[in-house]
């Protein structure tokens, strides 16, 4: 039986193949269950270890806000020593000349100047064609939380991230997700222009298919002094819906 006060790591996956990645990633992954849950507790939990550190993961039945809440409120009934929860999943990235994010790149939480690393959405306002103005924003995460972040980054921009070959020895340990979950090549990865307005047809819902190359911005191969994929550090726009419209993302990046 999973003893629940050695768990000091809660992890929340919005998807079944972010949990997927989430167990796969384990340094070990415990084959336990739970005793008891807390009253009213109905999460599912995946156990695991990553370093030193006893994790826990659970999914959310579907996508909101208030349901990863909830998620996150009853995880920390049934493991009251949880000091650090994390929400790791699968975004929508938002380029810029600053940022060149592209498809597979990590984006990490980081805070700037006031605002804490999250920004939720829908705490903003739009006013006839001005840009979207935010008028709220989550707290700060805790200070041990920012310092760790900060020497990974200095660590990583020093001697390398390591991802392709951590992925890589996950894929091995699971082969059957190889196939759905290997990197995709880098042709996949079109970025438009942000007043392009994306077709679907009948036959496909693929961008290379149905919105030809006149708005297609062209972007240089990475080289091999380059990470690829590479780690970015910044705010991140959270929203209780899926949010694809880059008219609406393009000014928060």
Known sequence: MADPSTYTVGWICALTTELNAAESLFDEEYDVTLDAQAPGDNNIYSFGRMGKHDVVVASLPEYGIG?????????LRTFPNIRLGLMVGIGGGAPSPKHDIRLGDVVVSASFGAKGGVLHHERGKKVQRQEFQLTGSLNQP?????????????????QGHGLNERIEEALSKRPRLRKQYARPLA????LYESGHIHRESLKSAACKDNCGEDNLVTREARDNDDDDPMIHYGLIASSSSLNVRKRTISPLS
Do not use: C, I
Not at 67 to 75: D, G, I, R
Not at 146 to 158: I, S
């Open 187 to 190: 042709v996949r990865d079109r």
């Open 142 to 158: 805790p200070q041990f939380l920012l310092t760790a972040v900060g020497v990974l980054e200095a660590d990583y921009e020093g």
């Open 67 to 75: 349901l990863a809440a909830s998620v996150a409120t009853n995880m």
